[in-house]
T-cell receptor, first 116, second 111 residues
């Protein structure tokens, strides 16, 4: 299993440009998440999805959009890039468990985005 | 509101010193608690997790954490750190669907 993969690894955008960050997982996980990580701020949840066709906002959704047409893919779209969106973006997935265990998030390697 | 507080933002230790990183959470329901580690230039990896049972949880690489319900705490410990433990450590609490992360603690271990 490749786990959670993200592309691209690095990207520089100009203000106002748009782009899509790709995220794919091959673990058949129901839940997928997008976070942004800024220095000293930890991880902030942007959007999450509990299954194909279902998405919901996290703490910091403004300026982003997502879709979940398949179990495997959860792309994050930036429509009008702004300098405030300069960050490292992590995708994660998990499989909901009940009973004697609990689900663990598995993270992708991240995308470092700079908006100039 | 759900929240996670990590009080130590930066910690510097010498090799073989003992480590304790604080984590306090605020959550009204059944808690599932996690510690993740992020080595320089890498993504987050699970160190250990607590969901029920024995409040003392052992994880990888000699780390352990103790869940103290009365103090809403889940502190991470290691008796003797190594240079390779230099990383950023995140505490997280899981709600129904979402995870709330603390702001992280940067640990630097001096050889």
């Amino acid at each position: 299993n490749a786990g959670v993969t993200q592309t691209p690894k690095f990207r520089i955008l100009k203000i106002g440009q748009s782009m899509t960050l790709q995220c794919t997982q091959d673990m058949n996980h129901n839940y997928m998440y997008w976070y942004r990580q800024d220095p000293g701020m930890g991880l902030k949840l942007i959007y999450y999805s509990v299954g194909a066709g279902i998405t919901d906002k996290g703490e910091v959704p403004n300026g982003y959009n997502v879709s979940r047409s398949t179990t495997e893919d959860f792309p994050l779209r930036l429509e009008l890039a702004a300098p405030s969106q300069t960050s490292v973006y992590f995708c994660a997935s998990s499989f909901p468990r009940t009973g004697r265990s609990t689900d663990t998030q598995y993270f992708g390697p991240g995308t470092r985005l700079t908006v100039l | 509101a759900q929240s996670v507080s990590q009080h130590n933002h930066h910690v510097i230790l010498s090799e073989a010193a003992s480590l304790e990183l604080g984590c306090n959470y605020s959550y009204g329901g059944t808690v599932n608690l996690f510690w993740y580690v992020q080595y320089p230039g890498q993504h987050l990896q699970l160190l250990l997790k607590y969901f029920s049972g024995d409040p003392l949880v052992k994880g990888i690489k000699g780390f352990e954490a103790e869940f103290i319900k009365s103090k809403f705490s889940f502190n991470l410990r290691k008796p003797s750190v190594q240079w390779s433990d230099t990383a950023e450590y995140f505490c997280a609490v899981k709600g129904t669907y979402k995870y709330i992360f603390g702001t992280g603690t940067r640990l630097k271990v001096l050889a």
